[in-house]
Structures are given as C-alpha cells and as structure tokens.
C-alpha cells in the first residue's frame, strides 16, 4: 500500500525512510500520523531533515507514537525528564551509544522506540549504523531457527553500567551520568527471537553488549551461539549508515533494529536529544 499523504523515499535497501514535506512543530492530524506510523512499521527507522523543534515540541511529537519513557543512567534535560542530552565533546574519547545494540533490553519492558534530534553535529562523522534485525532472521536456516525458537537469553546492563562497566569512568561534561546501581545489575529473561506485537514478524533481538548468556546455559556454553548471532544480525547487507544535520530527527523501531552510534569524530562536538517511547514486554 502506497502513501497518500507524506512523502516516504527509501534511504537504502535494507532499511530506513525519509518522510518529507512536514513540520514537525505544527501540530499533525490523525490522517498524517496514520502514515507516519505506518512508514514507521514497514521502514523501520525514518528520518525528517530540516526540523526545528523545541523540546517540548520533540516530546509532543514523540508522544503521538506512545507514553514517553525515562532513561535510568543519565541526567535528563533540565526541566524534562523524557529528553535525555547525549553530548561529546570535542575532548572525549568515550562514546555513548557505541556498539551494536538496541536500546535498555535489559530493562523488563524495553522502549518500543527511539526519537533522536540533531542539535549539534560534526561537519564530518559521527554517523550512526543501522541493522535490520528482520531481515538477519529471515537469513536463518531453519534448523538454527528451530533450535533457538521459544529460547530466552539473559540481559543486563551490567558489563556497561556496573560499577566496573564500560561507561563508569564517563566524566561530568559530556553525558552526565546518574547510577542506579539495582538497574545496572538487573537481569531479565527475554527471547532470543522477538516477534513484533505490530507486524507479527521475528527478529533478532540479542545484542552484543547487554546479553550475559543464554538461559540455562553457562556464559561459556552461550558464547558461540550468541557471538555467531550477533554478528549475523549485523552483516554489512542489512545495515544502514545514516549521516547527521543538524535539526534531522529520526525515529527507529528498538524491536526490529539494532544500532551503532560510530565514534570517528575526534576533536569535534556531538549532541542529540533522545526521547525514548515505551513498549511492552517482549515475546
Ligand atoms: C543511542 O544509542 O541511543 C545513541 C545513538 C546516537 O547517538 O547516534
């Protein structure tokens, strides 16, 4: 089915969308959004260039695809708890978000998606990859699909957000942290292989760095099931390199996609305001 309303142009083969001719500002009726959802669903990650939001205007655009979530383990924006400042400046060598993953699956109910908004960006770099975690299923052979089909893994911020993770040296500047030491160390069970609540389809939903092992098996029995799978999920023919500008706004679906936030911009400065929407618990 084809679009009446918006403009959705393909970014790339395996995913993603521009929607064009809109002003994110202004408010949108039900008809347009219906089309913006459904782009949303068939692309997966879709972008508006051009945008000039305040953060108000990010959050009531954000809200139109759902309850607006918080994130654990930054400070918010001052004044709005659902917009979380990721910044690097020029100085820094840690990168937030860097790292096949998708979003806080360690969480009991991850968000369901992600809206980010270019405030600053390089005038070169700091792209942010794309995989189309669908598609990396649908590559299966059958007997491996089978054989991890109904199997759960076990996720945890811990080897990021513990207190010995990868981001407890991140220095007050760039993104300020706020450690919730029960989150980091949490761990939840959640499928090997998610299937979307909207689209009915399965895709890959572990990651590199926030699943521990499979459940019931030991972390060395797990790792080369899961090191095979995760580098599966993100072969070069289902990614997505998306560049930056500032005032672009993307929004990417956490349950069929992964990302990874490249970090090749040193000596310049980054940041994005993240908005993170709620989802369910994954099945
Ligand atoms: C993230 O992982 O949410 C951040 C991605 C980015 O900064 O491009």
Not at 27 to 55: H, N, S, W
Not at 142 to 170: C, E, I, P
Not at 176 to 192: C, F, G, I, T, Y
């Amino acid at each position: 089915m084809g679009y009446e309303i918006i403009e959705a142009v393909p970014l790339i083969g395996a995913l993603g969308a521009e929607i064009r001719g809109l002003d994110l500002a202004k408010p949108i009726d039900d008809a347009t959004f219906a089309e913006i959802e459904r782009a949303f669903l068939e692309y997966q990650a879709i972008c508006f260039r051009g945008q000039k939001l305040t953060p108000d205007d990010q959050l009531a655009f954000a809200a139109r695809f759902g309850e607006i979530d918080t994130y654990p383990f930054v400070q918010p924006l001052e004044g709005y708890e659902g917009i979380v400042p990721i910044v690097k400046e020029p100085e820094t060598r840690i990168n937030f978000g860097g790292g096949w993953h998708t979003d806080t699956s360690y969480m009991p109910q991850p968000p369901k998606a992600t809206l980010l908004y270019g405030v600053d960006i390089p005038e070169r770099g700091g792209d942010t990859m794309f995989s189309n975690t669908y598609a990396a299923y649908d590559d299966l052979s059958d007997g491996l699909k089978q054989l991890l089909d109904g199997r759960t893994a076990v996720f945890t911020a811990s080897a990021v957000h513990g207190a010995r993770g990868a981001y407890s040296h991140v220095k007050a500047g760039d993104v300020k942290r706020r450690q919730d030491e029960s989150q980091a160390e949490l761990r939840v069970e959640h499928p090997v292989f998610r299937t979307h609540p909207d689209t009915g389809r399965k895709a890959i939903y572990v990651g590199r760095f926030h699943v521990e092992r499979l459940s019931g098996m030991r972390v060395d029995e797990s790792a080369p099931l899961l090191s095979f799978l995760t580098s599966h999920a993100v072969k070069p023919e289902y990614t997505m390199r998306f560049q930056w500008e500032p005032g672009t706004v993307l929004i990417w679906d956490n349950r069929c996609v992964q990302h990874n936030a490249l970090n090749d911009y040193p000596g310049q400065r980054r940041e994005v305001h993240r908005v993170t929407i709620k989802g369910d618990t994954p099945f």
